[in-house]
């Protein structure tokens, strides 16, 4: 592991975290889906990937800590865009899935909790959804994981999720680089 992924790792410890979450587009790789990702595009989109966010989600797993992906692509947005254009796409758990299980040793990926949802999307969606925020996401991820959400931290491009962050910490991340180390800055 390189010095900056140590220091990352040591830092998130000190800090008291134990779950570390990724936002899917302009975070974890460079590309932006739009909500569901033409299928023909998927190997791009994973070729994309960026190398902070791997050894991050590696070492992080590895040590034993959990890991998880909140990204507004939702699967009835693919299903949605299948439909209309004629040609499959993917979104959701299904674009995150095939995402990680490129991108991320099997061990890792197999380990990595999925939440690809944009609640407004969907007839039942709860009242309390902040379309601007990553919130109802994160008590996901926290009721999965048992763990409290002030044990949670979010790294995510959009300033909005970031800001409107309730119960857990967030970090921006430049969505023309990704996620790098350096973008921890308690």
Not at 105 to 112: L, M, N, Y
Not at 134 to 153: G, T
């Amino acid at each position: 592991m390189n010095i900056e992924a140590q220091i990352f790792h040591y830092r998130l410890d000190k800090d008291g975290f134990k779950v570390l979450v990724f936002d899917l587009d302009q975070t974890s790789t460079l590309m932006h889906s739009g909500g569901a990702l033409l299928g023909s595009k998927i190997v791009e989109y994973c070729e994309k990937a960026v190398p902070d966010f791997i050894i991050a989600a590696t070492q992080w797993v590895r040590s034993g800590n959990k890991f998880a992906i909140a990204s507004f692509t939702d699967t009835l947005a693919a299903e949605r865009s299948t439909t209309y254009h004629r040609e499959p796409h993917y979104g959701g758990k299904n674009l995150i899935k095939r995402f990680v299980d490129q991108v991320l040793p099997t061990d890792v990926a197999s380990k990595v909790y999925m939440v690809g949802y944009f609640p407004i999307m969907h007839d039942n969606h709860p009242q309390e959804f902040d379309k601007r925020s990553k919130n109802y996401h994160m008590d996901m991820i926290s009721k999965y994981f048992e763990i409290p959400l002030n044990r949670c931290v979010l790294f995510d491009d959009s300033m909005s999720n970031v800001e409107n962050a309730k119960g857990y910490k967030a970090y921006i991340v430049d969505s023309t680089k990704g996620f790098q180390f350096s973008d921890y800055r308690p």
